[in-house]
T-cell receptor
Framework: GDSVTQMEGPVTLSEEAFLTINCTYT??????LFWYVQYPGEGLQLLLK?????DKGSNKGFEATYRKETTSFHLEKGSVQVSDSAVYFC??????????FGSGTKLNVKP | GAVVSQHPSWVICKSGTSVKIECRSL??????MFWYRQFPKQSLMLMAT?????????EQGVEKDKFLINHASLTLSTLTVTSAHPEDSSFYIC????????????FGPGTRLTVT
């Protein structure tokens, strides 16, 4: 079945450091891929998405490229800020519009 | 656009009572709504998919008689936790997709349920 695996956290970085959160997926067909962010006590917010192979999603300085050959969708940001501290979820949209989420990676950014 | 609200944002109830959680799409019509459950420090687990005017489709292992879902209109879905027990305490999140946003899911802010 469809599934998403992402690196365990927490990830602790200093402000302005480079961020990578790994995400790989298993799916039948051609899923769309997403990154969501969840701030404490809140619901999920869409961060970025890619709908086909080699697409790059980007938003607020975050980027992720849909790599079909490695079944990956790693999240990157060149310079993180304290305000980026949150939990990040990788997800895929499979058949029947069902979403499958990774386990989430908590990011702590220290000033 | 594409705002989804949930009410209440948090609720405390006694064991054995029932609790209803509302999910509304505020500025679009949602043909399909999804209900998720999130345990502390864990990912979202899809509980059920509801389509307006029809019965919800529950994921394997989810008790449909305990978690009653109603999607009576294109802007409202409700989740009722019946005869709640402490193990039902969790964060419940709904999401909605609609004809204009059929490839997106927009998430509500979640409802924290605590059963004492």
């Amino acid at each position: 079945g469809d599934s998403v695996t992402q690196m365990e956290g927490p990830v602790t970085l200093s402000e302005e450091a480079f961020l990578t959160i790994n995400c790989t997926y298993t799916a039948t067909g051609y899923p769309s891929l997403f990154w969501y962010v969840q701030y404490p006590g809140e619901g999920l917010q869409l961060l970025l998405k890619a709908t086909k192979a080699d697409d790059k999603g980007s938003n607020k300085g975050f980027e992720a490229t849909y790599r079909k050959e490695t079944t990956s969708f790693h999240l990157e940001k060149g310079s993180v800020q304290v305000s980026d501290s949150a939990v990040y979820f990788c997800a895929l949209r499979g058949n029947f519009n069902k979403f499958y989420f990774g386990s989430g990676t908590k990011l702590n950014v220290k000033p | 656009g594409a705002v989804v609200s949930q009410h209440p944002s948090w609720v405390i109830c006694k064991s054995g009572t029932s609790v209803k959680i509302e999910c509304r799409s505020l500025d679009f019509q949602a043909t399909t709504m999804f209900w998720y459950r999130q345990f502390p420090k864990q990912s979202l687990m899809l509980m059920a998919t509801s389509n307006e005017g029809s019965k919800a489709t529950y994921e394997q292992g989810v008790e449909k008689d305990k978690f009653l879902i109603n999607h009576a209109s294109l802007t409202l879905s409700t989740l009722t936790v019946t005869s709640a027990h402490p193990e039902d305490s969790s964060f419940y999140i709904c999401s909605a997709s609609g004809p204009n946003y059929s490839y997106e899911q927009y998430f509500g802010p979640g409802t924290r349920l605590t059963v004492t």
